[in-house]
């Protein structure tokens, strides 16, 4: 009997669900930070431990700053009683996030333009 339940707790028992986050953004080489902690840069594939709602930011040269929120969703294996069934035959959960940037209005235009408009600019604010 001891070795039946050993048996039996070496086969339901094998070890911690892994929880993966894949990122991608357009464009890609966009740094990500979510919760206050820099995961690194897109395409990125990063451990998580807890579900829920995540505070986001990534951030690229030439681009907007995007701050929103993402979520990651437990499957319905995850929930009791169904997660004592299922975690030893698929112990691995991936979420994706994909984020688009925007161009900043500075990028966009030519670089002697921006320094026409500034000049222009200038110029007014003197003139007052």
Known sequence: ???????????????????????TSEPPGATVIANDVELGRTPLTADFT???????????????????????RAPFYEYPPVDLVAAPLSPHTTVRWHFTLSPSPESSQPKDQLEQDLLSRANALRSK
Not at 1 to 23: D, N
Not at 50 to 71: F, I
């Open 1 to 23: 009997m001891p070795l039946l339940c050993s048996l039996l707790t070496a086969l339901f028992l094998p070890g911690c669900a892994t929880r993966t986050i894949e990122v």
């Open 50 to 72: 807890y579900y829920g709602t995540y505070d986001v930011l990534l951030t690229k040269p030439g681009y907007e700053p995007l701050r929103t929120t993402a979520s990651a």
